[in-house]
């Protein structure tokens, strides 16, 4: 789910940013294949975005709706309640399993 940091860290304490949340989720899910827009969903994650598959995967599944001001503030942290509130949608939605 997560592949640390290059230097080969994992940085314990640091905080999760939420497009790192993303890809653990997206990897978590299986890393589905996902029918990328033609114009991206969140006006701050252009097309060229490292993670731009993993944050529209997100936006297609319903998991995140961003923000209302259509952004999803990828570099942001990811606060306890939004991470609880897509591990939720990503159970309820069947794209992740919790056992």
Known sequence: MTT????GSFRPVTPVAR????????RQSGSPAVTLPASPSF???PADN??????????STGIS??????TYRPLADTNRDAM????????????????
């Open 50 to 59: 490292m993670y731009y598959r993993e944050i529209e995967w997100m936006a």
């Open 4 to 7: 640390g940091w290059p230097d």
């Open 84 to 99: 609880a509130a897509f591990i939720h949608r990503a159970v309820i939605k069947g794209v992740l399993t919790v056992k």
């Open 43 to 45: 006006h701050d994650v």
């Open 65 to 70: 709706t961003g923000w209302p001001d259509s």
């Open 19 to 26: 497009d790192a949340m993303a890809v653990f989720l997206y």
